[in-house]
């Protein structure tokens, strides 16, 4: 088959979002399928991980295209802005934020990738007509990809097969009613219906983002797939060995001042006895990094690191640590980690809604050990129990969660619409 894949986050661009279609494009090219990838030729955001592009297979065609959207960098010292501006009482600060945000909201009612749009909806209507490509893949974030292939829909219609991939909910996001204006919310609801009306077939990376747009739009039960993300059992070949003076635990990925704070496991830490340490690779707020360094002498922030060397460090830990809010849009989340987390054999302690989704994959398989994340005198308990623990699952018992078998369903999915159409 030839497909072609729209992907905003590609590599170089790090950061977690970008495995998922990587591997798609990774093992479906070596499935033996003709994979066209269109993305921005310069990387979409300031955090950048060379090693990802050693995974491309030299058999992928990509197509690169200038791109309008504002980049990560830019971005990032927006939401500093914020935060600064948050924390004033300067009333001249907060009208000059809200008259910047007025003015994002017009300008970039979707998000800051918009202005790719142009660029890559005229690459793939070159690319289809020229190599006669059917099976099209757009994925998101960034949401207003997703136009893309409506507008590939109005153009071509019957003759292509569009598959959505929502690797986060749009209009379900908790927050977003809360951090735009009526009128902008009332934009991404009806372009997002829009998306899901016309799409062939949607992938969803949750069985909860899945099933909030399946109630939403019925005619989507027989025509949307769950496929999770996972793990890639390449990645963890010959990783490079470290060594650890001391129990430590580690967390890996972003943290958040909205969600995800490690704040309560840190405090319950500081009422242990024993010498440990507690690694964090990934991103953090510079307000809360700070406030960490300070407070705790056992708090270790290395910043982000290339995937490989993330897991490398992470194959060294005793404990690995999964932190989500104890809310009820957290009860239905499965975070991407937990994959590598399983893949790595090592015991989790997750802080998460004891009665999740998350928590019940961990407790059924004997993964670790779960607590509420808002209750030190929980955490310590949890704590303690997960320092005895030792983990002895067969990893070929989870392999509906490899990266390989996440692509053949994928697969299948424009198989099935090879034979019927």
């Not at 955001?45 to 990802?52: E, G, P, R, T």
């Not at 009482?89 to 907060?94: A, G, Q, R």
């Not at 039960?221 to 963890?236: A, C």
Request: aromatic share 10%; hydrophobic share 35%; with cysteine.
């Amino acid at each position: 088959m030839k497909m072609l894949m729209i992907i905003n986050e590609f590599p170089p661009t790090g950061e977690s979002g970008v495995q998922r279609s990587l591997k798609f494009v990774k093992y479906l090219s070596r499935a033996g399928h003709e994979v066209h990838v269109i993305t921005p030729r310069k990387p979409v955001k300031n955090i950048l991980d060379y090693s990802l592009c050693d995974e491309i297979p030299r058999s992928v065609k990509i197509h690169y295209t200038a791109n309008w959207g504002i980049k990560g960098k830019t971005t990032q010292n927006i939401a500093k802005t914020k935060n600064h501006v948050s924390d004033t009482t300067s009333i001249f600060k907060k009208f000059a934020w809200e008259s910047l945000k007025f003015v994002n909201d017009v300008l970039f009612p979707f998000d800051k990738q918009m202005g790719w749009i142009p660029f890559a909806f005229s690459k793939a209507c070159h690319l289809i007509k020229k190599h006669n490509i059917r099976n099209i893949y757009i994925t998101s974030y960034p949401f207003s990809a997703q136009i893309i292939g409506l507008k590939l829909k109005k153009r071509y219609g019957e003759k292509i097969f569009y598959v959505a991939d929502y690797r986060d909910s749009w209009q379900f996001e908790p927050k977003l009613s809360k951090n735009v204006s009526q009128k902008r919310l009332s934009r991404i609801v009806s372009v997002d219906n829009k998306v899901l009306k016309t799409c062939d077939h949607l992938t969803a990376a949750t069985e909860k983002i899945r099933m909030d747009y399946v109630n939403l739009h019925p005619s989507l039960k027989g025509n949307s797939t769950t496929i999770y993300n996972g793990y890639d059992d390449d990645d963890f070949q010959n990783l490079p060995k470290h060594t650890n003076d001391k129990f430590c635990y580690l967390l890996m990925g972003k943290i958040y001042d909205f969600k995800g704070s490690p704040e309560h496991l840190l405090e319950a830490m500081s009422k242990l006895k024993s010498d440990f340490q507690f690694i964090h690779i990934g991103t953090i707020p510079p307000k809360m990094l700070s406030k960490f360094n300070e407070k705790y002498s056992f708090f270790h922030h290395l910043g982000y690191k290339s995937h490989r060397e993330a897991l490398s460090l992470a194959a060294s830990a005793d404990v690995l640590v999964i932190i989500l809010n104890n809310d009820i849009h957290s009860a239905s989340v499965v975070p991407g980690k937990l994959f590598e987390c399983i893949r790595l054999n090592k015991p989790i302690l997750s802080l998460c809604p004891t009665d999740g989704l998350l928590a019940e994959i961990i407790n059924d398989n004997g993964l670790g050990t779960c607590s509420v994340p808002d209750n030190v005198e929980e955490i310590v308990v949890a704590l303690n129990q997960i320092n005895s623990q030792r983990i002895n699952s067969n990893i070929n018992e989870f392999y509906q969660f490899s990266r390989e078998h996440q692509a053949k369903r994928l697969e299948e999915i424009f198989k099935s619409n090879e034979t019927t159409s």
